[in-house]
C-alpha cells in the first residue's frame, strides 16, 4: 500500500506544482491522468526520488520514502517522461549495466533476466545495434524493460506510450496489465484516457497540482450515467450552444458539429438524444470545471 | 522594402545573441579577460621598462599577446563549433526548418550572431585596457589620452584574426555536426601554429608578415627589449602593404570557409529549404474530403476500448526471479559495473582519436628528433622528460574528459534512470573519476612503454624500468589523482562545464604565469611543476609534498560529494 499524503512542491521561480496532494494507492495498476503542466510528472519525481517535497509524506508499507532514499530505489522500477540512453552502447550492455546497479551479482541470473527483458519488449533480434540508432519506438520499449529489471514493488511509468505505435501499445498494455503481482503498485502517468481504462483498477485525475478526483474507471463513468446527450447542429450555431450547454466534446463532420453534452439527468434540447457516457466525457468534464 | 531587422538573417542573428547572454560562459570570459588587461597593465614589463602603457607599440603588443596568450583560439572554437551541432541536438532543427527560413539566412545568422558575442568577450580586454588609461599607478609612464590605437588595433589584429579562426571552426563542428571534432582541432592549433611559425621564420619579412594568421609579424622589425623606452613610446605602428594583404586575405578567406559551408550543409532526411516560394501552401479550400469519423467508433476509446488481446506465448513468458544482494562487496561490484560504462563511454570519444596520437607524439618529440644528454642515465633522462611534457597535456585532458564525463548523464538524459537506481552517489562519482583517471593512467602508459621502444632504437639502453616507475609513481600519478579529483569537485560545485573550462584555464595560466616569474611553492603547485628533479623524487620532503597532494585530491572528493545534487536522505 503507497501512502502520499499532504504533498506539496513549489518550484525556485515560484510555480506552485503540487498543492496538498493525497492518495491511496493498493496494489495494481494506478492510473494519474491529467493535461499537461498538472503537475504528474513532479509526483512522479518525488516518488522517484529525483526531487524533494517542500512538504508531505510518501509511506509504502510503512516506509518512508522520502527520507529513506535508498529503501525506495531498491524496490523501484521507473520510466521517466523524457529520458535518453548512452548511445554507444547497446540494448544488451545497458539493461546489463542498469542491472549491475540494482545489485544482481549473480551473472547467470543477470543474463536470463536481460534476455527474457528483451525478448518481452521485442528487442532480442537487436543485440548488437547502439542505441544511437534506436527508433523512438525501440528506445521506449528499453525503457520498460529497464523498468521491470529486479522485480520492483513499486513501478512509475510516466507518458509511457507516447512514441510507441499501436501494435506496441497493446503489447505493452500487456506486459503492464501481466506485470503487476498482488504485491506491485503500478503508477501509470498519463494524458492519454485509453490507456487508463484499458489498464487501471483506480485512477485519479490531477489538475493544477491539486487532486480533483479519485476513483475507480466504472466509478467514474458511472458518475455520468443518463448525463450524456448528443446531437448534430449546424456549424453556424455552435457558439451558441457552448454559450448555452455543458459542451464537452465538438467534432466537424459532413459539415455539421456533433456535440457532446452533459446534462444530469435531463434532455437539453429537443435535438439531443442520449449517448453512453465515455471515460473520456468524465475526465474532459472535470478538466473543464476545473479549469474554470 | 523589405526591413532589414525583419529578416530572417535578423531572427537568427537576434536569436544567437540573445542565447548568448543567457550563458555564464561569455561573463566568465569577460571577467577573465577583464583581469588580465589589469595584470598586464599593472604587472606586467610596461612600469619595470619606462614603457607607455597606452603608447602605440604597447598596446599593439598586449593585443598581439591577447589574441595567443590566453587561449583565445581554444576559447574561439568552443563558442563558435557547437552554434548549428546544438540545434540538431536539442531536436530544434526541424522546426526551424520548417519555416520559410534560408539556409543563407540561417548559416549567417548563426555564425555572425555567435562571433557579435565572442567580439563582445574579447573587448572586454580592449575596454578595460582602455579605461586604465585613466587610473593612476605609481612609476607608470602614461601618454596623453588616446582612442583610434586601441579601437584599430584591437579590429586589425584580434578582431580580423578571430574571424578566419571562427569561420574555420564554425565550418568544421557545422559540417562534421560534431562538436568535438571542433575541440580535437582547437587543440591541435598551438602546435601546429608554431610549428608553421618556425616554418615561417626562414621566408622574407613581406612573405611572413602576409602568411601570418594572427598577425604577429606585423611590426617585427621592433625589438622592444632592445630599444629605448623613449623610442618605444613615441613609435606608430603602422600596417604596411603586406599586413593589409593578410587582412584581407584573411576576410576572403572567411568567406571562402562560409559559401564551402552553405554549399555542403544539408538538412538531414528533409527537404532544403531555400526559398520561402518552394513551401507546399495548404489551404483549406483545397484540402481533401475527410474521412469520416462517426461517434460510433469514437465510442471505442472509452471503457469498451481496443482489449487487451491474448499476449502471444512469448510475451507471457515469466521474467525470471533474481537475488538482488547488498553491502560492501555489492557497492564494489556495482563501482566496477560503473567505472567499466563510464570508461567505456570515454573510449568511445571520437576526440581521443586526434588527442591521443596528438598528446604521445608531443610528448615524445624531443626524445625522439633532437639530441638527448643524458642526466644521470639515459632512462631517467627519457622519463623526466616524458614526464614533464605529459604532466601539461594531462592537465587539458582530464578537464576536457571530466567535464564530458561529469554532464554526460544530464547531457544524454540518462540521469533519471541511473539517479533512480539503488547506487550510492559515491558509485556515481567516484566511476567518472576513476574512468578519467584510467584513462590518463593509459596515456602514461603508452608514452612510457614509446619512449622505451623510442631509447632501445636510439641505442640509449640499457632500459632502466626503475626509473620510469619512480618518476611516473611517485610525480605523475599523484598529480594525476589530484586533478581528477579537482575537476569533479569543480563541476559538483559549479555545476556547468564551460565555466569549469573558463575556470580551469584561468587558473591555470595564473598559476602558471606565478611560477614562471619565479612564486613556486609546493603549497599552490601540487603538482611539483618545475620543482623536483630525479636526483631529489624519492627525497622526504618530495614524497611529503605528494602525500600532500593525494591528501588535497580526498578533500576534494568529499567537497564532490557533499555538492553532489544527487541526494540520498533528506
Known sequence: MLIIKDLTKTYPGGVQALSGVSLNLSPGVFGLLGPNGSGKSTLMKIVA????????????????????????????????????????????????????????????????????????????????????????????????????????????????????????????????????????????????VSDVSNLCSHMAIIQKGRIVASCTPREAVDQLKESVWEASVPREKLPAFKARFNVISSRMFDGEARLRVISKRQRPSEEFTPATPILEDYYLDLVNQAAM | MRNPFRTPFAAVFVNEVRLGIKRIAPYALMIFFSSNAVLWWGWGPAVERGWATNSDFYIHRNFGGFNFILGLPIFTAIMMGDPVVKDFRLGVDSLIFSKPVGRGSYLLGKFFGNFFVLVCCQSAFAITFFLLQWVPFSGMVVLPVRITPYFKHFFFVVVVSHLVLAAFYFAAGTITRNAKIVYGLAACFYPTLIAFEVLLKELPVGVRVALDPLGFNFHSGVDGWHQSAAFLNQYVVSYGPYAYANRVSMIIISSILLFIVYRRFGIDGQAQVTRSDDLITLTLSRAPEPVPYTLESASSYGLVDTAIEASPAGDRRQLPRVTPTRGPGTT??????????????????????????????????????????????????????????????????????????????????????????????????????????????????????IAMVIQVLRGHTPVDLSAYVIVYGIVVVPSIIFLTALVVALNSVLRNKYLVYVVAIATGAGLLYLYNIGNNHWSYNPLLYRLWTYANVTSKPILLCRLYCLALAVVFLAV??????????T
Open chain 2, 332 to 449: 564494489f561490484f556495482k563501482m566496477l559495473a560503473a567505472v567499466g560504462v563510464e570508461f567505456r563511454l570515454l573510449r568511445a570519444e571520437r576526440s581521443l582519436l586526434i588527442l591521443v596520437p596528438l598528446v604521445i607524439l608531443l610528448s615524445i618529440f624531443d626524445l625522439a628528433f633532437f639530441r638527448v644528454v643524458p642526466e644521470i642515465s639515459y632512462s631517467v633522462t627519457y622519463a623526466s622528460g616524458t614526464a614533464k611534457a605529459l604532466l601539461l597535456f594531462l592537465v587539458g585532458l582530464i578537464v576536457f574528459y571530466t567535464g564530458e564525463a561529469m554532464h554526460r548523464d544530464r547531457e544524454v538524459k540518462v540521469q533519471p534512470i541511473v539517479w533512480s537506481m539503488p547506487a550510492q552517489n559515491s558509485v556515481l562519482l567516484l566511476s567518472k573519476c576513476f574512468a578519467t583517471a584510467l584513462l590518463a593512467l593509459s596515456l602514461l602508459a603508452a608514452v612510457g612503454l
Open chain 2, 560 to 569: 564532490a560529494h557533499l555538492f553532489f545534487p544527487r541526494r540520498t536522505r
Open chain 1, 49 to 192: 526520488t529525483l526531487l524533494e517535497p517542500d512538504s508531505g509524506t510518501i509511506e509504502m508499507n510503512g516506509a518512508d520514502l522520502v527520507r529513506r532514499k535508498d529503501h525506495t530505489r531498491r524496490m523501484l522500477g521507473y520510466l521517466p517522461q523524457d529520458f535518453g540512453l548512452y548511445p554507444t552502447l547497446t540494448a544488451w550492455q545497458m539493461l546489463d549495466y542498469l542491472a549491475k546497479l540494482k545489485g544482481i551479482t549473480n551473472k547467470r541470473e543477470r543474463h536470463a533476466l536481460i534476455e527474457a527483458l528483451l525478448d518481452r519488449v521485442n528487442l532480442a533480434s537487436e543485440p548488437t545495434q547502439p542505441l544511437e540508432e534506436f527508433s523512438g519506438g525501440m528506445r521506449q520499449r528499453l525503457g520498460i524493460a529497464q523498468a521491470l529489471i529486479g522485480e520492483p514493488e513499486l513501478i512509475i511509468v510516466d507518458e509511457p506510450t507516447a512514441g510507441l505505435d499501436p501494435q506496441e501499445r497493446v503489447r505493452f498494455h500487456n506486459l503492464i496489465s501481466e506485470t503487476g503481482s498482488d504485491k506491485t503498485v503500478v503508477i501509470l502517468s498519463t494524458h492519454i
